[in-house]
């Protein structure tokens, strides 16, 4: 093997081991401290300034701009915060996330084992889920120190080689190849941590001159936007207006830097930098000043990003339909909230009609209209959430509240009957096309029945929300019952064909006996939503 093709191998191993390291960190960053991140991103109010400093947090904490742009795009998505926060949110995270290459630019090579200890003694003494988050998080720091140490010693002997000199100056004149081949590794690696922790090390080791390398540092960042873009496609629009602003406010914070590397460059010879530490130290000014400049352009570029990317296309039955303004008569949002509703409990009866076909059948192109039903069930309950909790409640009466508590209640339980039907679905099919058996007749006349009784309780629930009526709520009780019993029995009867060794039973006994499972849970969010509506009309 060559000296270069082993330094190559050693550099790529390095990474490898680098980036491993770093989603150990990072996942485990997010478990302790995800919910805490959110809460100070909610407190952020109509400031710019606080959800930059927000980001500033989060980036840092997860060492990952990704993960706090998803974080923000997430909160966007359900209206914690604005376009505009988001946008300042990521600005921040852009920043906070350089925390890492500043920190790994020091020597830890004496913290090392310790590291290693005290996440072994972390693990092994102490218990429940914080301390075994907090082992993985030093775990994967020990892991990242390990690999920056790899990654030096194996750019090492390119310091004693002229022709890599000779390349990396003569590179000096073409920038846009050096940004372009590091934006490159950014997109591969998906953080922008790698890149620049290998370019640290050229300039560490003399291999590559400090404008070179500044060169480099301004690719891995003019691609660093590209990720969370990439992951925000089929996100709602709200996030993906987050991912996008921020991928365009990073092009054009490099664009508009880009005249003054040679100069940064100069000035960080002239104090003498250590090469390493002027890379770490200009990357991060680079995010810094990208914030400090582009910040005042957020509510303006929140404003565009809203009109340029509005909900368009799709199935009309999926989307809202009578959701107007909530800040009106709470009698009127509260009417349409029930309307919008009822239409979802459509789209879940149109599912759980589809279902038993699909499963008789095997049918691929109703399962595929099952879960494309699903995710419309998925977004009418969070736009009707959404839009109860836009409502003052100071104006409620009573009466008000507690319909909108109900409604809550019952879109919960839609969604998650819309789920069960999904994956139920899903799971039961492919299970019966990947063994290549089906249900013995008796068996799916039974769970036919079965379905026929949790369509009717679906229908007759649907009714009770519209005019609550006691006869009405006393028959769907009896038929909550009647589905417990005719789900024993069918448990009882599939048993004794399983036990005669029938082929058809003994082969799809899993699969049947899951798929009765979930038409009762199904019946049960049914009947709760049933007995809700009921205790709230007996209220008043």
Not at 189 to 202: F, N, R
């Amino acid at each position: 093997m060559s000296v270069g093709t082993g330094i190559i191998l050693q550099v790529v191993g390095s990474a490898a081991l680098l980036l491993w390291g770093l989603q150990m960190l990072r996942h485990s960053a997010a478990q302790l401290f995800g919910w805490r991140l959110k809460q100070l991103a909610s407190g952020a109010g109509n400031s710019g300034i606080r959800a930059f400093g927000a980001g500033v947090v989060m980036g840092g904490a997860l060492q990952s701009s990704t993960a706090a742009i998803s974080i923000g795009g997430t909160m966007a998505s359900n209206r914690v915060i604005t376009t505009s926060q988001g946008l300042a949110l990521a600005l921040g995270a852009d920043a906070g996330a350089t925390l890492a290459a500043q920190l790994l630019g020091f020597n830890w090579q004496a913290a090392l084992p310790v590291l290693l200890l005290a996440a072994y003694l972390t693990m092994r003494i102490g218990r429940g889920e914080t301390a075994r988050r907090s082992a993985h998080i030093m775990f994967g720091l020990a892991l990242m120190v390990l690999a920056v140490q790899l990654i030096a010693s194996a750019t090492e002997p390119l310091r004693a080689a002229p022709a890599a000199h000779g390349f990396f100056a003569a590179m000096v004149s073409e920038p846009l190849v050096l940004a372009l081949v590091f934006a490159f590794l950014t997109l591969l690696c998906h953080t922008t941590l790698a890149p620049v922790l290998l370019i640290m090390a050229l300039a560490g080791n003399e291999v590559a001159n400090l404008q070179a390398c500044f060169w480099m540092v301004m690719g891995v960042n003019a691609a660093a936007g590209i990720p969370p873009l990439t992951a925000s496609l089929g996100e709602p629009v709200e996030f993906r207006r987050v991912a996008a602003g921020n991928a365009v406010f990073r092009l054009l914070g490099v664009l508009m830097l880009a005249p003054i590397v040679a100069a940064a460059a100069a000035f960080a010879g002239e104090w003498g930098l250590d090469g390493s530490r002027a890379t770490a130290h200009f990357h991060t000014f680079v995010n810094v000043a990208m914030g400090a400049t582009l910040l005042v352009f957020t509510p303006l570029a929140g404003r565009w990003l809203e009109r340029a990317l509005t909900k368009v296309g799709g199935d009309e039955r999926l989307k809202p339909q009578y959701l107007r303004s909530s800040s009106g008569s709470i009698a009127q949002a509260i009417s349409d909230a029930t309307r919008e509703t009822l239409r979802m409990g459509d789209l879940v009866s149109q599912m759980l009609e589809n279902s038993t076909r699909a499963v008789r059948r095997g049918d691929a192109a109703l399962r595929a209209q099952i879960s494309k039903l699903d995710n419309g069930v998925d977004f009418l309950n969070r736009e009707i959430k959404l839009f109860i909790a836009a409502m003052d409640e100071n104006k409620m009466s009573d009466g008000e509240r507690r319909r909108a508590n109900l409604l809550l209640a019952t879109i919960t339980h839609l969604e998650h009957i819309g789920d069960t039907i999904d994956h139920g679905v899903v799971s039961v099919t492919r299970r019966l096309q990947a063994r290549r058996v089906r249900f013995s007749e008796d068996g799916m006349n039974e769970i036919r029945d079965i379905h026929s009784l949790a369509r009717e309780n679906l229908r007759g629930t649907l009714g009770l929300l519209v005019s609550p009526d006691q006869t009405v709520a006393k028959h769907l009780h009896q038929t909550r019952l009647q589905v417990e019993r005719r789900c024993e029995q069918t448990f009882r009867n599939h048993l004794a064909r399983v036990r005669s060794g029938r082929a058809e039973s003994v082969e799809s006994s899993s699969m049947h006996l899951d798929w009765v499972r979930d038409l009762k849970r199904v019946n049960n969010h049914i009947a709760e939503i049933a007995e809700g509506i009921f205790a709230v009309s007996q209220e008043g």
